[in-house]
């Protein structure tokens, strides 16, 4: 949405525009990633961009794990979702950023933290690519048709809040992000109509049991955590949580969450009956 939107605006302003996703395997609550080109006359290159402008980042935690800066330009940008400012942010590169708190500003204005339209404020802001005033018409106009002219104009204060709110300065550019290789089997390594086996690869495990690598706590704006008094043990929550990081302690009739796995989607808090389950910042 964030992604549509700025190009939205871009058109506002007289430029063409054209704005994609790009979603792996991964359920709600994991990372994402989207991409906008921006340009005066018309696009034809139909490819991911692989050497930006700009980086936005809208979870600061996914910087301990990805390379988020990987093919941005040296005289680029970085907008991020963070309580940090710039000095205190390694990106590996030095390289002129923008930081904002979007997720207190979401939780402020729209009760809920989903920053993708508070981000675009920040963009404006940090960029000058767009004016502010094209990114608040451009939320209302897609936020609007779609949930409502209120929740088209909350979400553009929002982003208005934002803007105002940037910090800018330059990243620190110290750390060495090694990142995981990817590892894609040949077609002589698939089992015709089986499972991968158990194994290790140059990027890690792979098949069965090969989840424990991966812990997704990162991810997590916010933690579930569940009222024992309110708890009737119906197990919905267990059922539900996409992860399977709910545990049932058999011998105790109890419950716990291991938070390793937690990526703080919510669908446990959504579907427990007697909400006795609260959604609490996991970061502050
Ligand atoms: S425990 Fe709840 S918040 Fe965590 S992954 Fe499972 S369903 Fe999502
Ligand atoms: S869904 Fe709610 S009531 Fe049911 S076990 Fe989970 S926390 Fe308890």
Redesign the pocket.
């Known amino acids: 949405m964030a992604a549509q939107t700025l190009a939205e605006a871009a058109v506002i302003e007289g430029n063409y525009s054209v704005a994609f996703p790009f979603f792996g395997a991964e359920r709600r609550g994991a990372p994402v990633l989207a991409f906008t080109r921006i340009d005066s006359g018309k696009i034809y290159s139909k490819t991911q961009v692989y050497y930006p402008d700009c980086v936005v980042v809208l979870d600061d935690s996914l910087l301990d794990t990805i390379d988020v800066v990987s093919g941005l330009k040296p005289e680029g940008f970085v907008v991020i979702n963070s309580k940090d400012v710039p000095e205190d942010i390694d990106l590996g590169m030095e390289v002129q950023t923008g930081a904002v708190d979007a997720t207190s500003v979401a939780l402020e204005i729209l009760k809920a933290p989903i920053t993708n339209t508070a981000i675009l404020g920040a963009f404006a802001k940090v960029t000058g690519i767009v004016s502010i005033g094209s990114i608040e018409e451009a939320i209302k106009r897609r936020f609007g048709e779609k949930l409502g002219e209120k929740i088209g104009e909350r979400n553009a204060l929002a982003a208005r809040t934002a803007y105002g709110r940037v910090v800018s300065g330059k990243s620190m550019g110290v750390k060495r992000l090694e990142v995981k290789k990817q590892w894609l089997p040949r077609y002589q390594e698939i089992p015709v109509g089986g499972a991968l086996v158990k194994g290790k690869t140059s990027a890690g495990l792979i098949g069965p049991g090969s989840f424990i690598e991966n812990k997704v706590s990162g991810w997590a704006t916010f933690r579930p955590v569940?009222?024992r008094e309110?708890?009737?043990?119906?197990?919905?929550?267990?059922l539900?949580c996409p992860e399977g990081t709910?545990i049932r302690i058999s011998d105790k009739g109890d419950?716990m969450t291991n938070y390793d796995y937690c990526k703080g989607c919510g669908i446990?808090a959504n579907?427990?009956?007697?909400?006795?389950?609260k959604m609490v910042r996991a970061r502050v």
């Open positions: 569940r009222d309110k708890c009737t043990m119906c197990l919905l929550c267990w539900y709910i419950l446990c579907e427990c009956p007697v909400d006795a389950i």
